[in-house]
């Protein structure tokens, strides 16, 4: 068998298999050692079935099938990075006086957790650079988090059989945020302690058993002495075992349900186009990983984040303007600021914070929706497939419509957040911007749905318009009759599937059951069918194609 | 697509529901793979050869890199005090070690795009779910456990023990509350350090303030008197801390039963935001509005701290001031309510 003739030429769609001989060379030391250990090894573990199973699994190549990476080797960076500071970190709110290097700060009373801290920043070499990887690794992975979320969502990738993997992937964001914050807080400087001076506010605002659990996490009144020892805890210990382990079965979901892939020429619902682990994939990740804390450290050589010496240890009386959480709790700081005034009462005596309960419901539905997303639309469509291949946004109108809405909404949250550096920065009184933020939480949403779903039908148009009659060239030429037209280039065959090879969904007809009765279930559903396939651009068909090939010859 | 659905659903008996779905039976025919476009590399030794010696080269400049950085660790030390030899140490430790993880991944990535094999490659799916066999051996496993332990037929046992595994976690609940002293929280949030005839002294030094010293339009950061030597320091800051300012008297509008808490109009407001519980530091002096930086609550001293913005529904509380024999600013008693963000409990 030749080389070309087992990779894939058209209509041979069954794996490699490579049969290319070895040359018979005896081996040298080092092969002699290699064919010794891996012996060694299979005869005690038979990994070898595993390296079979998995050694050429196919995965296919997209750039944004590379955010999930981000994501896996940022979280790795964070590992390496945050276990070189629990060396070095005491995670105590005993009181000490500060006796380091940095001078502004000599013989301030402060905590073990800050002055330790200050530390590792002032007197540890490298002590800065890690604990600035660490945190800018945070960053990345909660943002590459929500991207990788998002292509998931926009191109229809948590259809079945992946939306279990959908969920545990909403759970490791939920999780990466409450890293974020729990580490965050751990230094017990000025800003953090403000951040946890906020969250006690928010737990006291809880009916019935807020109070009582502040008092709990705190050990009495805030800031109390012992909550950076149980977020330390949380931090280091809890969350992170929770996550890797999460990792884990979201890794083995993939490798079980193999990764999904965009329409192309020669891909199928039924295989799986890409490079193979061993070797092309395994050196491009491996090289990736290396790449993206390549960039975390170079980052973080040469751009400070989370300057805490210049904020100074907690004190609950002062605070400066401008203070802003990382910037993935921004949201939930955002839903503080906009909530209508006045919205506290008693009842009975007893005191709801509706201006602390309503933004905690919203951020809370909102999660909810994002985190069930799957399941609404699987119920929706009905369609009980198995689904491989990605779906272009524009091909699903009505979720990327609901997508962008999504996306605004949390935007107008996260503006929010910033509403008095917007107001400093761009002139506007403070109470301007919030009415605005008030504004595009509520309109934005709305306005994006509208838009994004003209979008996503105007182009399907333009990718049925170009796939029958082909893209202008720009070329006009003048018939013999005197008729004047523009040359039509007709795309390859190869391009045209790229346009038409996706999914078509018609709206639910309303139908009686066997008894002769339409339910009320039925009917939500045909309502909510109708709505999400009443627009739709079908897919362009042979006859269709056959027919403007001919019409298109002048 | 014809052919899509034929490779999803081949063994298994039961074809899934398409739903809604259109199956189309005129569906373009899948034109298959594309020819494949050789690189540089397949069609010039030449090129082949200086690829990989490019790759080569990465995985030396980050030998470089990673030696590099040892040698920074050593010759930028960090002299105490000097904040700059941070600064580079920082930096040129950071950056070593840069092209150290740079070289092998832009090696590693560059001999996989410019030197392995560049063919796409293809490999079948399969339904995920098992096959009718082994589902059907599945489910001979569960009535055979079910059998041989009698797990749905003996119901009294099965009962028991669901019940008993309900219960067991919950002593894991009372183990929690050591985590804070005994006692009730919500009467220690309705009382703060303050008390009668306490001096009211400057934040964070703790020297006294005389009435005098408070000049029209001034604003002064107030701790009480003896709160930097407290046990609970940081605790009963955060709910003692006060602000005082004097506005002139015509501008206050005082409420009935408060006409003797300020002084000459100097009042003295608690700077715990009633919202969430972030001081409330910033004083805009012609309007006499407090504003508090985490949410944007405002606040009108003019009007007894009264809400005219933002998520805070409760006026910040207002300290009954007086003066005593040597002139310096006093406390007529503690706050007449709790300071701070509302909690259950509060106004019981």
């Known amino acids: 068998m030749t080389v070309e003739a087992t990779k894939t030429t058209p209509r041979n769609e069954g794996p490699r298999i490579s049969t290319e001989d070895e040359q018979a060379v005896p081996p040298n030391a080092g092969m002699r050692f290699t064919n010794w250990a891996a012996n060694y090894v299979d005869e005690r573990t038979s990994i070898s079935g595993l390296v079979r199973e998995l050694g050429r699994k196919i995965f296919p190549d997209h750039w944004s099938f590379m955010l999930g990476e981000v994501a896996l080797y940022s979280f790795v960076v964070i590992l390496l990075s945050g276990t070189f500071l629990t060396f070095f970190f005491q995670a105590s709110m005993a009181e000490v006086v500060y006796d380091g290097s940095y001078v502004p700060l000599k013989g301030l009373e402060m905590s073990a957790a800050y002055a330790s801290t200050l530390d590792i920043t002032f007197d540890i070499r490298g002590g800065l650079l890690m604990r600035q990887i660490h945190h800018w690794a945070a960053l990345l992975f909660v943002a590459s988090i929500g991207l990788h979320m998002l292509r998931v969502f926009f191109?229809?990738?948590?259809?079945?059989?992946?939306?279990?993997?959908?969920?545990?992937?909403?759970v490791m964001f939920v999780l990466a945020m409450a890293e974020g914050f729990t580490g965050y807080s751990l230094p017990d400087d000025l800003l953090s302690g403000n951040g946890l001076r906020i969250i006690d506010g928010m737990i006291k605002g809880v009916p019935i058993v807020g109070t009582w659990l502040s008092n709990l996490i705190f050990g009495g009144e805030f800031p109390g002495t012992q909550v950076v020892g149980i977020f330390y805890s949380v931090h280091i210990l809890l969350l992170p075992a929770i996550l890797a382990a999460a990792i884990g079965v979201h890794l083995v979901l993939l490798v079980v349900n193999k990764h999904t892939q965009f329409a192309g020429p020669g891909r199928t619902e039924g295989n799986v186009v890409g490079v193979p682990i061993m070797p092309v994939f395994a050196a491009k990740a491996?090289?990736?990983?290396?790449?993206?804390?390549?960039?975390?450290?170079?980052?973080?050589?040469?751009?400070?984040?989370?300057?805490?010496?210049?904020?100074?240890?907690?004190?609950?009386?002062?605070?400066?303007?401008?203070?802003?959480?990382?910037?993935?709790?921004?949201?939930?700081?955002?839903?503080?600021?906009?909530?209508?005034?006045?919205?506290?009462?008693?009842?009975?005596?007893?005191?709801?914070?509706l201006n602390i309960l309503l933004p905690i419901a919203v951020l809370g539905i909102f999660l909810l929706l994002v985190a069930i997303y799957p399941f609404i639309e699987g119920w929706i469509t009905g369609d009980q497939r198995e689904h491989h291949m990605t779906q272009r946004p524009r091909n699903a109108p009505r979720r990327t419509a609901i997508g962008a809405a999504g996306v605004t909404f949390y935007a107008a949250l996260w503006a929010a957040a910033g509403s008095d550096l917007i107001a400093t920065h761009f002139k506007l009184s403070i109470e301007s911007v919030i009415h605005a933020c008030q504004a595009l939480l509520i309109l934005g949403p709305i306005i994006a749905y509208v838009v994004a779903h003209r979008i996503c039908i105007g182009l399907q148009k333009k990718d049925r318009e170009i796939a029958l009659h082909g893209f202008e060239s720009a070329r006009i030429v003048r018939l013999p009759g005197g008729e004047y037209i523009e040359v039509h280039e007709q795309l390859s065959d190869y391009e045209r599937w790229k346009l038409i090879d996706f999914e078509d969904y018609k709206p639910l007809m309303l139908r009686p059951n066997a008894q002769g009765k339409i339910t009320v279930r039925q009917r939500v559903r045909s309502r909510l069918s109708n709505w999400f396939f009443e627009d739709r651009i079908a897919p362009v068909t042979r006859t269709e194609l056959e027919a403007a090939k001919h019409g298109s010859h002048h | 697509m014809a052919d899509k659905s034929d490779a999803v659903a081949t063994r298994e008996a039961p074809a899934p529901s398409p739903g809604t779905a259109v199956v189309p039976s005129d569906a373009v025919e899948n034109p298959g793979f594309p020819?494949?476009?050789?690189r540089v590399s397949d069609l010039d030794p030449a090129k082949e050869r200086a690829n990989e010696r490019r790759v080569a080269w990465m995985f030396w400049a980050s030998i470089v890199g990673s030696v590099f950085a040892i040698v920074a660790y050593i010759v930028f030390p960090?002299?105490?005090?000097?904040?700059?030899?941070?600064?580079?140490?920082?930096?040129f430790l950071g950056l070593g070690i840069t092209l150290g993880l740079f070289g092998i991944g832009f090696g590693a990535v560059h001999w996989s795009k410019s030197l392995m094999d560049g063919h796409d490659m293809t490999e079948s799916r399969h339904p995920t779910r098992g096959s009718e066999e082994t589902r059907e051996k599945a489910v001979e496993v569960f009535q055979l456990g079910n059998k041989e332990s009698g797990f749905t037929s003996r119901k009294l046992i099965r009962n028991s023990l669901i019940g008993a595994l309900v219960v067991t976690p919950l002593p894991a609940v009372v183990l929690f509350r050591d985590l804070a002293p005994a006692g009730d929280p919500v009467a220690r949030l309705k009382h703060t350090f303050w008390e009668k005839g306490m001096r009211l002294t400057r934040d964070p030094d703790g020297t006294p303030i005389k009435v005098s010293d408070v000049t029209l339009g001034s604003v002064f950061h107030v701790i009480p008197e003896g709160l930097n030597e407290a046990e609970d320091r940081l605790e009963e800051k955060a709910k003692a801390a006060v602000l005082l300012m004097r506005l002139k008297e015509e501008d206050l509008h005082v409420s009935p039963g408060r006409e003797d808490w300020n002084y000459q109009g100097i009042v003295a407001y608690s700077k715990i935001c009633t919202h969430v519980g972030c001081p409330v530091a910033l004083y805009e002096q012609q309007t006499h509005h407090l504003l508090?930086?985490?949410?944007?609550?405002?606040?009108d001293i003019t009007r007894e701290a009264a809400v005219i913005f933002g998520p805070a529904k409760r006026p910040l509380p207002q300290l009954p001031i007086s003066v005593d024999a040597e002139g310096y600013l006093v406390a007529q008693s503690d706050f007449h309510e709790p300071v701070g963000p509302s909690f259950w409990e509060r106004s019981l």
């Not at chain 1, 191109?155 to 909403?170: M, V, Y």
């Not at chain 1, 959480?325 to 009462?345: H, M, Q, S």
């Open chain 2, 78 to 91: 960090i002299v105490p005090g000097d904040v700059s030899t941070v600064r580079l140490n920082n930096m």
């Open chain 1, 286 to 353: 491996g090289g990736f990983f290396f790449i993206i804390f390549g960039v975390l450290a170079l980052t973080a050589s040469l751009v400070t984040i989370n300057p805490i010496w210049a904020y100074g240890p907690y004190d609950p009386s002062p605070v400066s303007a401008g203070t802003q959480p990382d910037w993935y709790i921004g949201f939930a700081d955002g839903a503080l600021r906009l909530v209508p005034p006045g919205l506290e009462f008693e009842l009975w005596g007893f005191t709801v914070s």
């Open chain 1, 155 to 170: 191109t229809g990738a948590f259809r079945k059989p992946r939306e279990l993997n959908w969920l545990i992937g909403f």
């Open chain 2, 35 to 38: 020819p494949y476009r050789p």
């Open chain 2, 292 to 299: 508090c930086p985490c949410h944007q609550s405002q606040f």
